[in-house]
């Protein structure tokens, strides 16, 4: 039977060796294939999508910041 400090010794290796493994699989972005993929998915994004988000991103500093200004009412 093992022990408890045996049983967590053996949790933290198989989380190690999970980590390890994701680590192997994540891209790398200086591969040109990888950059070639986001430059793709850059430009097929919609310029009004954009633009709505930064309203929803303005709106929200605005509330969290109470010196915060609209840009248009900025001097």
């Known amino acids: 039977m093992s022990t408890a400090e045996d ?3 053996q949790l933290q290796e198989e989380k190690r060796q999970k ?3 994701e680590s192997k699989q994540m891209l790398d972005p200086r ?3 990888i950059r070639r993929k986001i430059a793709e998915q850059i430009a097929s994004l919609d310029p009004e999508d954009e633009a709505e988000s930064m309203r929803w991103i303005e709106a929200v ?3 969290n910041d109470e010196e915060w200004t609209w840009p248009d009412e900025a001097e």
Do not use: C, G, S, V
């Open 7 to 9: 049983q967590i010794n």
């Open 19 to 21: 980590l390890i493994e």
């Open 31 to 33: 591969d040109p294939d």
């Open 61 to 63: 500093a605005f509330w």
